[in-house]
């Protein structure tokens, strides 16, 4: 029987392997990843002028004295500044950034028009001590002008503040910049950290098993259109053609996923340097070995147990196009799974996660995010594996049972929860 089940194995994993749709689909997938791994290099190769005006920015922004215009000598032509009645004392504002750098108009007129001749990028117009006019042509998306100029003119009337009331300015700037240094000690999971790491194993689960799902339906359907079923059957047991099928979908897909997470790996690998810190870190502390067993464990038996879910589907069909409107009750049970990860994926310690993370058809996904976010414990873990194994072990019945069916029925037809309890009632 074992023999027989490796002949079928082997014979459906050399199919799906010389599959052009797979090669090409895996070959588009893993250039994409690696594509992707590159982002952080390609845009700090394109993002050096705006770093390096960042970090001018932020010069500025620490110092707002006269050490910018020793810096600055040349002048700056960014703002320009009018100040309406003389509302505000000329020679205080100097103190504050960007008018220590800005060149000063007389009147509004004066202003707008060195804005729309491009004197200056921007004008600030001072109509009272607290309110401001930004004029500008053009404006980025990611300008800060006006928070800038809000928190200087901010401090500005602060330090008015402070003075009336015979308080030194200088000595609350130095209160309040008081460092506190927090270390932070985690004894369990940082669900930021975890975040990324759950979310991208939710969706390749959820990808492997929509994509390749529909190939085994597919499959079986197409031997019972050719009616090489009845060859089959009368060679071999259900038994043996179902889980033959099904163990090679599941070697093909897991394998495209082991490339995925090596091409995605190698990436990361060679574009470190241009990464952030904080997802370096994310990626070191997520890449433990319990995540990894959680991961294959679940990801594994669930895939299985969906793919028997699939063949059942196939072999009730009578034409190949009818399977796609037959694995609706499926495509519903799963895209429903996934809907209830994506929705505990903010939530990991609640009590909608806990269930979905023991239910067999939520657990390859949720138990993954559950466990990478925060800690489970071990008895969690094991009934959600008994589960679910319980479940794999049914739905394989399922399949063979239904697939036997499927070779006495041809041209009608035959829904799926009505085969389920036909299955029940033949046992009895």
């Known amino acids: 029987m074992m023999k027989d089940m490796k002949v079928v194995f082997a014979f459906e994993l050399c199919n799906k392997l010389k599959e052009k749709a797979v090669r090409i689909t895996t070959l588009i997938i893993l250039v994409i990843i690696l594509i992707g791994t590159f982002i952080p290099t390609i845009i700090s190769m394109f993002d ?32 320009g500044y009018s100040i309406v009645n003389n509302v505000i004392d000329r020679e205080e504002l100097k103190a504050f950034y960007p008018f220590n750098v800005a060149k000063y108009y007389f009147d509004e007129k004066e202003l707008r028009k060195a804005v729309e001749s491009g004197e200056i990028e921007k004008g600030i117009l001072i109509t009272s001590i607290t309110s401001y006019i930004l004029i500008a042509n053009d404006l ?13 003119l901010s401090r500005y009337n602060r330090n008015i503040i402070l003075l009336e009331e015979g308080i030194d300015p200088v000595k609350v700037d130095k209160a309040e910049s008081v460092h506190i240094q927090a270390n932070t000690e985690i004894l369990g999971k940082n669900a930021t950290t975890g975040f990324l790491f759950a979310y991208v194993g939710m969706f390749l689960v959820y990808f492997i098993i929509i994509l390749y799902g529909n ?17 089959l059957i009368t060679n071999t047991s259900s038994k043996n053609l179902i889980w033959g099928k099904v163990l090679a979908s599941t070697v093909v897909s897991i394998g495209q996923l082991l490339l995925m997470i090596l091409t995605a790996g190698f990436g990361i690998a060679l574009n470190q340097n241009n990464y952030p810190e904080f997802l370096i870190r994310a990626i070191q502390e997520g890449m433990s070995l319990g995540a990894i067993f959680v991961f294959i464990i679940f990801a594994l038996f669930g895939t299985l147990m969906y793919y028997f879910l699939y063949a059942s589907v196939g072999a009730l069909v009578s034409k190949v196009e009818e399977v796609n409107s037959s694995m609706t009750p499926i495509q519903f049970v799963f895209i429903a799974a996934f809907l209830l990860c994506s929705i505990s ?3 990991p310690d609640s009590l909608l996660m806990k269930v979905i993370s023991i239910v067999p058809f939520t657990s390859p996904m949720a138990m993954f995010i559950r466990y990478t976010m925060t800690t489970v414990p071990l008895t969690d873990l094991i009934v959600a594996i008994i589960l679910l194994l319980i479940t794999l072990y049914f739905m394989a019945y399922l399949a063979i049972r239904i697939y036997r069916m499927g070779t006495l029925n041809y041209g009608n037809k035959i829904g799926f929860f009505k085969a389920v309890k036909s299955v029940f009632r033949n046992a009895q």
């Open 215 to 231: 190939s085994v339906a597919t499959s079986v359907a197409r031997e019972k259109n050719d009616r090489t079923m009845e060859l």
């Open 345 to 347: 994926l903010n939530m």
């Open 140 to 152: 980025s998306m990611y300008d800060r002008s006006t928070s800038i100029i809000s928190a200087e």
């Open 48 to 79: 050096n002028k705006v770093s390096e005006r960042n970090t001018e920015q932020e010069i500025i922004e620490e110092n707002k004295t006269e050490e910018y215009n020793a810096i600055n000598i040349t002048g700056n032509n960014e703002y």
